[in-house]
C-alpha cells in the first residue's frame, strides 16, 4: 500500500464549479498534511497547511481533515482556468523530517 | 521573485563530468532539502540538512553528495551520473525541520547523456 494515494485524474471541472480533490494516507500516526499545486514544468508551490480534524478556509480554497479515515481532501471553490495544475498531497510522519507526497492529481478546469 | 534560488536552471552533462548544483535560500530558514523529481512523478526527498546536521535518504546513490557551506546553501555535487539520474532536481528550505511547509526553488533540470 502507497503510503499517500490520490486519484491520478485528470479531474475535469468546468468554470466557476468546485473542485474536489482526494487523499488517504497509511500512517496514522501522520501529523501534518499539506496540499502543494505544482504547475507544469514548474516547482511545487504550497497552498494549504491543516494539523487537526476539520475544515480549515483559505479565500477559495478548503482544506478538511479526518484523521479517522485518514483521509485529507482540498476543495477549490469557483474554479477558473488558472487553477488547471497538478496538486500534490503531501503528509509528515514517521519521523522527524520525512515529507511523503502523493502522486498527485491533475486538475483541468474548462472555460 | 522567489526565495530559493537555484543555479544553473538547465544542465547538460556526460556521464564522465563533475557538475554541482547549487542553491541558496533568503528566508532565514534552519532546514534545507533536494528532492528528485521525474516525470509525472512525485518530488522523492535525497538529503535533508536541519540544524547543521545531515540525513540522506539511504536509497540515493554515492554519486550524489551534498554539501551544506552554511545554513543558507546546499550544494550538490554530481559525479558520474546515468542516463536514469535526468530529473528535475529541486531544493527547498523550510522554517524548522519539523515541518512539511516548504518552499520550493524553480528547480535545476538535469540531462545525463
Known amino acids: ?85 497538478t496538486y500534490l498531497c503531501a503528509v509528515r510522519s514517521g519521523g522527524y523530517q520525512k515529507v511523503t507526497f502523493g502522486t498527485g492529481t491533475k486538475l483541468q478546469v474548462i472555460p | 521573485d522567489t526565495e530559493v534560488t537555484q543555479t544553473p536552471k538547465h544542465l547538460v552533462m556526460g556521464m564522465t563530468n563533475k557538475k554541482s548544483l547549487k542553491c541558496e535560500q533568503h528566508m532565514g530558514h534552519r532546514a534545507m532539502y533536494w528532492y528528485k523529481q521525474k516525470a509525472k512523478k512525485p518530488p522523492e526527498l535525497m538529503f535533508v540538512y ?7 535518504n539511504e536509497s540515493v546513490p554515492s554519486r550524489f553528495s551534498p554539501e551544506c557551506p552554511n545554513s543558507s546553501l546546499l550544494n550538490l555535487h554530481l559525479h558520474a551520473l546515468q542516463p536514469e539520474d535526468s530529473a528535475l532536481y529541486l531544493c527547498a528550505s523550510s522554517l524548522r525541520g519539523d515541518t512539511g511547509e516548504l518552499f520550493f526553488g524553480e528547480g535545476s533540470r538535469l540531462t545525463v547523456l
Open chain 1, 1 to 85: 500500500q502507497k503510503e499517500v494515494e490520490q486519484n491520478s485524474g485528470p479531474l475535469s471541472v468546468p468554470e466557476g464549479a468546485i473542485a474536489s480533490l482526494n487523499c488517504t494516507y497509511s500512517d496514522r500516526g501522520s501529523q501534518s498534511f499539506f496540499w502543494y499545486r505544482q504547475y507544469s514544468g514548474k516547482s511545487p508551490e504550497l497552498i494549504m497547511s491543516i494539523y487537526s480534524n476539520g475544515d480549515k478556509e483559505d479565500g477559495r480554497f478548503t482544506a478538511q481533515l479526518n484523521k479517522a479515515s485518514q483521509y485529507v481532501s482540498l476543495l477549490i471553490r469557483d474554479s477558473q482556468p488558472s487553477d488547471s495544475a
Open chain 2, 50 to 56: 536541519s540544524y547543521e546536521k545531515l540525513s540522506i
